[in-house]
C-alpha cells in the first residue's frame, strides 16, 4: 500500500505584496485583523446547563444524596478526558465539604467504560449514587444489572447505539443520563467533551448552591485540556470554554497538571498545542502504559512533593510510551506496505503492538495513508482496538455495521474503539464487513493529505510579532485548525538531531530576506533527505517557544517538498 499523494492549497494572490502577513492569514479565513483581535477579547457565550436532558434530574439526584450524607462515587475513564472529567467532579465535592469515591478502570484488565464488577465494589465501599463521566450511555446491559439501592447519573458525550436495520436507539436506563448526544436532547451545541458536561453537571450544581460560587469555572483548566486531548470541535461553547481555561491556567491549574506542563517545556500560559502535544500526552501515558489512577492523582495533587512525584512518574511513563509506540510504528508500517492499495482501510491485528498504543498507530497509520485506520492488539481472551477516521467517514457508523462481529465498540464521528473474540472466522468476518461499510461511506474516494495553506510568507515575517498576532486566533483544534504557512524556496543550511534518542530533528532555513530555526518531530529519518544547500518548500506552524522566560519564533514543519520556484 502507498502512502497517501499530498497536496497543498495556496491561496489566490490578491493586492499588491503590501499587505502584512497577519490580514493574508485572517483573510483566508473569511475575517480580517480587527474582527480578529475583537473576538479574542469577545466574552462569549455559555449555555445554560438545565437545557441538558435529564440535567435538573441529576442535580436533584446530587441535593438528596448529599442532604442524606449520602457516599458520592465518581466513575471515570483512561483517557484524557475521562480522567480531567473526574478530577473536575471530585474537586466540585471537596469544595462542597465532601469526599467522594473515585474510580478509573484499568485499560487491559476492565476496557473501555462501565462494567457491573465495579459497580459491584463501588456499592460495597458504600456508595449509594454513581455519576460516570466520559461513558456510561451504551452500557444498557450493565446498567440494568446494576447493585439493588445503587442510583446512577450518566454524563457522556459518546454517540448512542443503533440498531442496524431499525435505527432505533436504545439508552442506557439510569436515574439521569446527561449525554447532548441523546436523540431527543435539545441542548444547542453537540460537541462538549466529557469533561464539558461534568462541568456542565457542576455549573447546574453551582445555581442551586450545591457547591460553592466560583467552583465551576476554578475547574476551567482541566475543562481545556480535556477537551483538546479528547479531540472535540474548538468551535461555539467549546471555543469560550478552552480560551477561559487557558487564560485561568497560571492560577488556577492543579499543582500536579502545572509541573508536568514545566516538565514538556510549558511555563505560563499555555496554548492549546500545548494541551495537545505536551500534556494529553502524558496524561495519557498513564493509561496506556500503567495505571490512568497516576493521572487522576497528577489532576487532583496539590501538596507539592506528591504533585512533584506524580508528575515525575508521568514524565517516565510517557518516554516509555514513545518507545513502544516507535516500534509498533516500524513493525506496523512494514505490514501495511505489503496490503493491496485498493483496499478502502487499514485494519491491522498484531499482537506485537501493545494494547496501550492501539490508538496512537491508528492515528498515526490514518494519517500517513489517507485511510481509515482499525487497529486492534490481543488483551487476555479478546482482541481490543481503536479507529481513526478521515474526513466523510463516520466511524460509529462503520463499526455499527460490524456489530454481530464485536463484542463492544463506541466512539465518536472520527475515533472510536471496539473488541472482538480471537477466532479467525470472526476477525475474518469483521475485516470482510469494516471493508464494506467504509466502501459504502467514502466510495471511490483518492487516498490524500490534504493541507489547505493559510498564507505564503518570507521567512523574515516569521517573527515573534507574527506569532504573538497568530495567537488571537487561538485556540486551535478541531474545527478550527493551526495556522499552515507556506515558504517557498529556502535553502538547507544545517540540520541537527534533538531529543534523548534523537528522535527529533532541527533543520535552520534561510531565503532571501532571511533565516528562521524549524523542528520537526518523530521524522529523524528526514535528516538524510536534508542535505546542506538543498532546496526546498516548507509547510509550518509558527509558534512563540518560551522557556525559562526567554521567547522566541519557532517554525512546527508540517510537510516539506522539492522547490518549486
Known amino acids: 500500500?502507498?502512502?497517501?499523494?499530498?497536496?497543498?492549497?495556496?491561496?489566490?494572490?490578491?493586492?499588491?505584496?503590501?499587505?502584512?502577513?497577519?490580514?493574508?492569514v485572517t483573510r483566508s479565513r473569511g475575517t480580517t485583523p480587527e474582527l480578529a483581535r475583537a473576538a479574542s477579547e469577545a466574552a462569549g457565550e455559555e449555555f445554560d446547563p438545565l437545557r441538558l436532558a435529564d440535567m435538573a434530574r441529576a442535580v436533584e439526584?446530587?441535593?438528596?444524596?448529599?442532604?442524606?450524607?449520602?457516599?458520592?462515587?465518581?466513575?471515570?475513564d483512561y483517557d484524557a478526558d475521562?480522567?480531567?472529567?473526574?478530577?473536575?467532579?471530585?474537586r466540585a465535592f471537596r469544595a462542597a465539604g465532601r469526599e467522594p469515591l473515585a474510580y478509573i478502570p484499568q485499560r487491559e484488565s476492565e476496557g473501555y467504560g462501565l462494567n457491573s464488577e465495579a459497580l459491584v465494589e463501588l456499592r460495597r465501599q458504600g456508595a449509594s449514587l454513581v455519576i460516570t463521566v466520559d461513558c456510561g450511555t451504551t452500557a444498557v446491559e450493565v446498567v440494568k444489572e446494576r447493585p439493588e439501592g445503587l442510583k446512577l447519573i450518566i454524563t457522556d458525550h459518546h454517540l448512542p447505539h443503533a440498531e442496524v436495520g431499525t435505527g432505533r436507539v436504545e439508552l442506557a436506563p439510569a436515574d439521569a443520563l446527561v449525554n447532548p448526544q441523546r436523540p431527543d436532547d435539545r441542548y444547542p451545541f453537540k460537541g462538549l467533551a466529557g469533561v464539558g458536561v461534568a462541568y456542565k453537571l457542576v455549573r447546574a450544581l453551582e445555581a442551586v448552591a450545591l457547591v460553592p460560587e466560583g467552583t465551576a469555572a476554578a475547574q476551567l483548566p482541566l475543562v481545556a485540556l480535556g477537551t483538546v486531548a479528547d479531540m472535540m470541535p474548538l468551535q461555539d461553547e467549546n471555543r469560550w470554554l478552552v480560551r477561559q481555561g487557558l487564560r485561568a491556567w497560571p492560577d488556577q491549574a492543579p499543582l500536579g497538571l502545572a509541573l508536568l506542563?514545566?516538565?514538556?517545556?510549558?511555563?505560563?500560559?499555555?496554548?492549546?498545542?500545548?494541551?495537545?502535544?505536551?500534556?494529553?500526552?502524558?496524561?495519557?501515558?498513564?493509561?496506556?502504559?500503567?495505571?490512568a489512577w497516576l493521572a487522576l492523582r497528577c489532576c487532583l495533587a496539590d501538596d507539592p512533593g506528591e504533585a512533584k512525584e506524580v508528575a515525575a512518574r508521568l514524565e517516565s511513563l510517557n518516554q516509555t510510551r514513545r518507545s513502544s509506540l516507535a516500534l509498533a510504528l516500524t513493525s506496523a508500517r512494514g505490514t501495511v506496505e505489503e496490503m493491496p492499495d485498493e483496499l478502502p482501510a487499514i485494519v491491522l491485528g498484531s499482537s506485537e503492538i501493545s494494547p496501550g498504543v492501539v490508538g496512537l498507530v491508528a492515528g498515526r497509520l490514518a494519517e500517513e495513508y489517507g485511510r481509515p485506520a482499525f487497529v486492534y492488539?490481543?488483551?487476555?481472551?479478546?482482541?481490543?482496538?481503536?479507529?481513526?477516521?478521515?474526513?466523510?467517514?463516520?466511524?460509529?457508523?462503520?463499526?455499527?455495521?460490524?456489530?454481530?462481529?464485536?463484542?463492544?465498540y463506541g466512539g465518536h464521528l472520527s475515533a472510536g474503539g471496539f473488541s472482538l473474540a480471537p477466532e479467525e472466522a470472526v476477525v475474518a468476518g469483521f475485516e470482510a464487513t469494516?471493508?464494506?461499510?467504509?466502501?459504502?461511506?467514502?466510495?471511490?474516494?483518492?487516498?490524500?493529505?490534504?493541507?489547505?495553506?493559510?498564507?505564503?510568507?518570507?521567512?523574515?515575517?516569521?517573527?515573534?510579532?507574527?506569532g504573538d498576532e497568530l495567537l488571537l486566533l487561538q485556540p486551535y483544534g478541531t474545527g478550527n485548525p493551526a495556522v499552515l504557512l507556506c515558504a517557498s524556496g529556502c535553502t538547507v543550511v544545517r540540520t541537527e538531531s534533538l531529543g534523548k534518542t534523537g528522535g527529533h530533528l532541527k533543520v535552520i532555513?534561510?531565503?532571501?530576506?532571511?533565516?528562521?530555526?524549524?523542528?520537526?518531530?518523530?521524522?529523524?529519518?528526514l535528516r538524510a533527505h536534508l542535505p546542506e544547500g538543498?532546496?526546498?518548500?516548507?509547510?509550518?506552524?509558527?509558534?512563540?517557544?518560551?522557556?525559562?522566560?526567554?521567547?522566541?519564533?519557532?517554525?512546527?514543519?508540517?510537510?516539506?517538498?522539492?522547490?518549486r520556484l
Not at 500500500?1 to 499587505?19: I, S
Not at 483518492?446 to 515573534?464: N, T, Y
Open 534 to 563: 538543498r532546496k526546498v518548500d516548507a509547510l509550518f506552524e509558527l509558534e512563540v517557544d518560551c522557556w525559562r522566560g526567554r521567547r522566541k519564533p519557532r517554525l512546527l514543519l508540517r510537510d516539506l517538498r522539492p522547490a
Open 509 to 525: 532555513l534561510s531565503d532571501p530576506t532571511g533565516s528562521a530555526e524549524a523542528i520537526s518531530f518523530n521524522r529523524p529519518h
Open 61 to 76: 439526584l446530587v441535593r438528596v444524596a448529599l442532604e442524606q450524607d449520602e457516599l458520592i462515587a465518581i466513575y471515570g
Open 82 to 90: 475521562g480522567v480531567t472529567a473526574c478530577a473536575l467532579l471530585v
Open 434 to 466: 469494516l471493508a464494506e461499510a467504509v466502501r459504502e461511506q467514502l466510495g471511490a474516494r483518492q487516498p490524500l493529505r490534504a493541507f489547505r495553506v493559510d498564507a505564503e510568507v518570507h521567512l523574515r515575517e516569521c517573527g515573534l510579532e507574527l
Open 377 to 408: 492488539s490481543r488483551t487476555g481472551d479478546q482482541w481490543r482496538g481503536s479507529a481513526r477516521g478521515v474526513p466523510g467517514l463516520n466511524v460509529v457508523e462503520a463499526l455499527r455495521q460490524c456489530a454481530d462481529h464485536l463484542l463492544s
Open 261 to 291: 506542563a514545566k516538565s514538556a517545556g510549558v511555563d505560563g500560559t499555555p496554548t492549546s498545542g500545548n494541551l495537545g502535544f505536551g500534556l494529553a500526552p502524558r496524561i495519557n501515558a498513564a493509561g496506556r502504559m500503567d495505571d
Open 1 to 24: 500500500m502507498k502512502r497517501a499523494l499530498r497536496e497543498w492549497t495556496l491561496p489566490e494572490p490578491q493586492g499588491d505584496g503590501a499587505e502584512s502577513a497577519f490580514a493574508r
